[in-house]
């Protein structure tokens, strides 16, 4: 299963983006889900997640109160609004899907997709 994440693109720091991540047709829709980011020369890092209900998220410290996750279940889709945004969100952003909301390693998400580059200008 091939989840599709769109949205990125050029954005002067302090401005805002909207990432989705779409899953086809009904599949891994009772899964958390999440984003990872990954800039260059750096380890791919947890962002956020949220739970299959999207009663529960989950953010690493330095996006928190700044970037928020949401999911649209009709749409088997799911959203990452980025806010106040600074250089160092620099990277490409994949979406995952996996068993545990609370999963912030690569290793506890069993599908990916292909990554968009979200680049923050000075």
């Known amino acids: 299963v091939q989840l599709q994440a769109s949205g990125g693109g050029l954005v002067q720091a302090g401005g805002s983006l909207r990432l989705a991540c779409a899953a086809p047709?009904?599949?891994?829709?009772?899964?958390?889900r999440s984003w990872f980011r990954q800039a260059p020369g750096k380890e791919r890092e947890f962002v956020a997640s949220?739970?299959?209900?999207?009663?529960?998220?989950y953010y690493a410290d330095s996006v928190k109160g700044r970037f928020t996750i949401s999911r649209d279940n009709a749409k088997n889709t799911v959203y990452l609004q980025m806010n106040s945004l600074k250089p160092e969100d620099t990277a490409v952003y994949f979406c995952a899907a996996g068993p545990k909301v609370r999963g912030t390693t690569r290793n506890d998400y069993g599908y990916w997709g292909q990554g968009t580059q979200v680049t923050v200008s000075s």
């Open positions: 949220i739970s299959w209900s999207g009663s529960q998220s």
């Open positions: 047709g009904r599949t891994l829709s009772s899964n958390a």
